[in-house]
């Protein structure tokens, strides 16, 4: 132990030394800065986006090579205030004229743009427009529950080039799943933004409500049954023209349909034979309706007869 801790001493005062040798020597070096554009103008913003990094010359001291990589403020800072529709733009001439606005540590020296040298920036009128969402969603259910009804659709506002914008045909959330759902919930979802750099959304996330209901079963009596395509010189009588439905769906929902939410009818165009007395009716039921378990009368009677001239 004692000849090994000499040595530990040792091989880490060389380790000091030569961090300290090389920390305080001058070195050239080409690092990635992050270009960060002003544009002071309220209705006006970029048309397309711009190279994230620039590629820099920069000359320092080895210590300030390591700093720089933790630096949150270095970047090159590019104003396209005065650029009015399209310009190509020569950055290794910007940052030499304007060399302030390249933000580095403060014993590093800016020497010149390495790449991309040039850059084509597009300017366009900034507008907001409002859109609906369309909510993308997977709900799983328990057995025995059902989901009523749809959504309300939320408005969010889009921000950004005109062009861009009057390009977009729809916006939606994120997926959004959910397992073994059995109550109404819920959920802020997050709004998938199309172009990031370009767009700016508010809000950024949508509330929506899922509803959720237990499955129920009910009997609505005394529909009345309608007659469709009736030639002009036939009477046509039904036998009985009043049905029962039992019916399923989201047990709240069911309980206050009527009669006259459902279209029960016979259609002498599509079902009437000769020689036929008795036919199946056909119903049309309200959204609320997952399904019809049981009709009563299953036919009804159809009789035919020729109006007295």
Do not use: C
Not at 10 to 31: K, M, P, R
Not at 103 to 123: A, C, N, T
Not at 291 to 300: A, F, H, S, T
Request: glycine share 4%; no cysteine; net charge neutral.
């Amino acid at each position: 132990m004692k000849n090994i801790l000499p040595k530990i001493i040792v091989s880490v005062g060389a380790v000091v030394l030569w961090f300290l040798i090389i920390s305080n020597q001058n070195y050239i070096s080409v690092i990635d800065l992050p270009l960060s554009v002003y544009e002071p103008r309220p209705d006006m913003t970029l048309g397309e986006p711009l190279p994230k990094m620039i590629k820099v010359r920069v000359e320092g001291a080895g210590l300030s090579f390591y700093l720089q990589k933790w630096s949150k403020k270095a970047s090159l800072i590019l104003d396209v205030g005065t650029i009015t529709h399209n310009e190509r733009l020569s950055l290794k001439s910007y940052f030499n004229e304007h060399p302030n606005q390249v933000l580095l540590h403060k014993e590093m020296r800016f020497m010149e743009i390495v790449y991309p040298d040039s850059i084509d920036i597009r300017i366009d009128r900034k507008i907001s427009k409002s859109f609906h969402v369309q909510i993308v969603s997977d709900i799983s259910l328990k057995p025995g529950y059902i989901r009523v009804g749809s959504p309300d659709v939320p408005e969010v506002t889009l921000t950004g080039p005109e062009n861009y914008i009057a390009s977009i045909r729809r916006i939606e959330t994120e997926p959004f799943n959910k397992e073994n759902a059995d109550i109404t919930f819920q959920a802020l979802i997050p709004v998938k933004n199309p172009n990031p750099e370009l767009v700016e959304i508010t809000p950024a996330s949508v509330g929506v409500q899922f509803e959720i209901e237990m499955i129920g079963e009910r009997t609505i009596p005394n529909i009345p049954v309608r007659v469709r395509n009736q030639p002009s010189d036939l009477e046509i009588q039904l036998i009985p023209n009043l049905v029962s439905l039992r019916v399923t769906g989201g047990n709240d929902q069911i309980q206050s349909l009527t009669p006259s939410d459902f279209t029960v009818y016979f259609d002498y165009l599509t079902q009437w034979f000769p020689n036929r007395n008795y036919y199946p009716v056909k119903i049309t039921p309200p959204a609320e309706v997952l399904d019809i378990i049981r009709i009563v009368p299953e036919q009804i009677e159809v009789v035919v007869v020729r109006k007295k001239e």
